[in-house]
């Protein structure tokens, strides 16, 4: 099996920690949430019930 | 000639140049850095949702202190699935599908868990090999096993996503191969085999999808252990 061939492990894992450092997080954080959750102050609506408009 | 077989998994290299290194940029390259506008394109919108939502299901049963992994969980798991969806094209190459860039993940990070472990609270991380209400005679025993167990994670981990893979892509090759043959020949039976091979791309973009999910998933139940 190719995978097996011990020559480039190496070289793959430097290379794919270094994109996976480097790379990857930046991209990630920049990621805005704006709308902060807080399990806190999250009630549960009250249940109404709820039908079709024309019945 | 079973051997030509895996010759797809050969890393590929061009004029000495590993060809790897182009396709582990796949997923940097596909996702744009949001611009900070109030309102982003589908594409930036699609990604937040899914970072958002994926962090949130991930890391509400870690408790407060784990939450530091947030960022290093999202990261990984948008690199693995966009590398294993990406596979699934043709004339791609899937990085995942190396034995050495999953143990390369595997291994340090289970290892950065089980470190956690140690020095945050040895006793509980101890204790993880004595599951309770054990009987006194089985004692020695069942600790070498649950050790056993705890070093087998990492290899299970990286060898889990290589193999998934890996038989998926095979099995993608083998099928067309036969659906071309007989295309002429018997089309009845290439028919058959190109409706195999529909099914078979079907289960493997899933299969793609949930495996990146099962990896990180591991990650974070090892994390949620030992923090």
Same mark, same amino acid.
């Given at each position: 099996?190719?995978?097996?061939?011990?020559?480039? +492990?190496?070289?793959?894992?430097?290379?794919? +920690?270094?994109?996976?450092?480097?790379?990857?997080?930046?991209?990630?954080?920049?990621?805005?949430?704006?709308?902060?959750?807080?399990?806190?102050?999250?009630?549960?609506?009250?249940?109404?019930?709820?039908? +079709?408009? +024309?019945? | 000639?079973?051997?030509?077989?895996?010759?797809?998994?050969?890393?590929?290299?061009?004029?000495?140049?590993?060809?790897? %290194?182009?396709?582990?940029?796949?997923?940097?390259?596909?996702?744009?850095?949001? $611009?900070?506008?109030?309102?982003? /394109?589908?594409?930036?919108?699609?990604?937040?949702?899914?970072?958002?939502?994926? @962090?949130?299901?991930?890391?509400?049963?870690?408790?407060?202190?784990?939450?530091?992994?947030?960022?290093?969980?999202?990261?990984?798991?948008?690199?693995? @699935?966009?590398? /294993?969806?990406?596979?699934?094209?043709?004339?791609?190459?899937?990085?995942?599908?190396?034995?050495?860039?999953?143990?390369?993940? %595997?291994?340090?990070?289970?290892?950065?868990?089980?470190?956690?472990?140690?020095? /945050?609270?040895?006793?509980? %991380?101890?204790?993880?090999?004595?599951?309770?209400?054990?009987?006194?005679?089985?004692?020695?025993?069942?600790?070498?096993?649950?050790?056993?167990?705890?070093?087998?994670?990492?290899? %299970?981990?990286?060898?889990?996503?290589?193999?998934?893979?890996?038989?998926?892509?095979?099995?993608?090759?083998?099928?067309?191969? $036969?659906?071309?043959?007989?295309?002429?020949?018997?089309?009845?039976?290439?028919?058959?085999?190109?409706?195999?091979?529909?099914?078979?791309?079907?289960?493997?973009?899933?299969?793609?999808?949930?495996? $990146?999910?099962?990896?990180?998933?591991?990650?974070?139940?090892?994390?949620?252990?030992?923090?």
């Amino acid at each position: 099996m190719p995978q097996l061939n011990p020559a480039p +492990w190496f070289l793959i894992l430097v290379f794919s +920690w270094l994109i996976f450092l480097a790379l990857m997080p930046p991209k990630i954080l920049t990621h805005q949430f704006p709308h902060e959750p807080s399990t806190l102050t999250a009630h549960k609506p009250k249940a109404n019930s709820w039908t +079709w408009a +024309w019945q | 000639m079973t051997m030509n077989l895996f010759n797809q998994f050969l890393s590929p290299t061009f004029l000495g140049l590993p060809l790897i %290194a182009i396709a582990l940029m796949a997923p940097c390259l596909l996702y744009p850095s949001p $611009a900070p506008w109030w309102q982003s /394109n589908r594409w930036t919108t699609l990604q937040n949702w899914f970072i958002g939502s994926f @962090i949130k299901q991930t890391l509400s049963p870690i408790n407060t202190k784990g939450h530091s992994w947030a960022l290093l969980l999202a990261t990984l798991m948008v690199f693995l @699935i966009t590398l /294993n969806t990406l596979g699934l094209l043709p004339y791609t190459f899937t990085p995942t599908t190396q034995l050495s860039l999953n143990m390369a993940f %595997a291994v340090p990070l289970w290892l950065a868990t089980v470190i956690m472990g140690f020095r /945050n609270s040895p006793t509980h %991380a101890l204790g993880h090999l004595l599951p309770e209400g054990t009987p006194t005679p089985l004692v020695p025993i069942l600790i070498i096993i649950e050790s056993i167990s705890l070093l087998i994670r990492p290899l %299970a981990l990286g060898v889990r996503l290589t193999a998934n893979l890996t038989a998926g892509h095979l099995l993608i090759q083998l099928v067309s191969s $036969a659906a071309f043959s007989l295309l002429l020949s018997q089309t009845t039976a290439a028919s058959l085999a190109v409706g195999l091979l529909l099914l078979l791309t079907i289960l493997e973009i899933a299969v793609a999808m949930i495996q $990146a999910y099962v990896f990180v998933l591991l990650l974070s139940l090892y994390l949620q252990e030992n923090v």
